[in-house]
């Protein structure tokens, strides 16, 4: 069976609760797709373990993406090929977490009840 290093970038939280800094680099076995990434993650970092996906349904946890190429892979079957790029080394995995909210221009305007 063959095997990979594989880069990963953590955003900061992640790294902190993992007790790591900078990037991760992990040996991931067989086919390099964002299941065996993330199964190699958890197994190298135990605190991680339901942070990213769910203890359960291993699906991505809602505030969780990822990133790999200049692409959102966050909706890619777990099971999918990740770029070559990514599987040979010479780009890292993106973990990220998202922000939640709009600006206030987004919002609607607020109207005065005059009475």
């Known amino acids: 069976m063959n095997s990979s290093v594989i880069r990963v970038v953590l955003p900061a939280h992640l790294r902190t609760?993992?007790?790591?800094?900078?990037?991760?680099?992990?040996?991931?076995?067989?086919?390099i797709?964002?299941?065996?990434?993330?199964?190699?993650?958890?197994?190298?970092?135990?605190?991680l373990c339901g942070t990213i996906r769910d203890h359960v349904t291993h699906q991505r946890?809602?505030?969780?993406?990822?990133?790999?190429?200049?692409?959102?892979?966050?909706?890619?079957?777990?099971d999918a090929p990740l770029p070559h790029a990514v599987a040979t080394s010479a780009e890292p995995l993106l973990i990220v977490g998202a922000i939640a909210g709009?600006?206030?221009?987004d919002s609607p305007p607020i109207l005065a009840h005059s009475g």
């Open 61 to 78: 946890r809602p505030f969780v993406r990822f990133f790999a190429c200049e692409q959102d892979l966050s909706h890619e079957s777990p």
């Open 102 to 105: 709009g600006s206030v221009s």
């Open 33 to 47: 797709t964002l299941r065996s990434v993330l199964s190699a993650l958890e197994a190298c970092y135990p605190t």
């Open 17 to 31: 609760l993992a007790q790591i800094t900078g990037e991760v680099q992990l040996q991931v076995e067989g086919d």
